[in-house]
């Protein structure tokens, strides 16, 4: 049987949302002393660079100054994050 662990996001408003993972992926992802949350963090920045990062540079049609904006803000997060741009991580640039 595979241990499963539960994290919890809590949001600015103060609503939460769970999320079940199993223990051992959360461990193989994990760097040296890094905690489970801090795995947890690193994944759903990722997960939000990349999809800013689509849904602007792959968008049919084009998309907004406002969006635009908010790639711009997420890519410099992800930079701050993990040392290396958003581009450099994926081997993709526009």
């Known amino acids: ?3 499963i662990q539960t994290y919890t996001v809590e949001g600015p408003e103060g609503n939460e949302d769970s999320v079940e ?3 051992d ?3 193989m992802m994990r760097e040296g002393d890094e905690s489970g949350a801090s795995v947890i963090g ?3 920045l990722q997960a939000f660079a990349q999809q800013a990062h689509a849904r602007v540079h792959h968008a049919e049609g084009g998309v907004s100054e406002e969006m635009e904006a908010v790639n711009e803000t997420i890519e410099e997060l992800f930079e701050e994050r993990f040392g290396i741009s958003l581009s450099e991580a994926m081997g993709h640039q526009h």
């Open 25 to 27: 992926l959360v461990e």
């Open 42 to 44: 690193d994944v759903v």
């Open 21 to 23: 993972l199993p223990a």
């Open 1 to 3: 049987m595979v241990n």
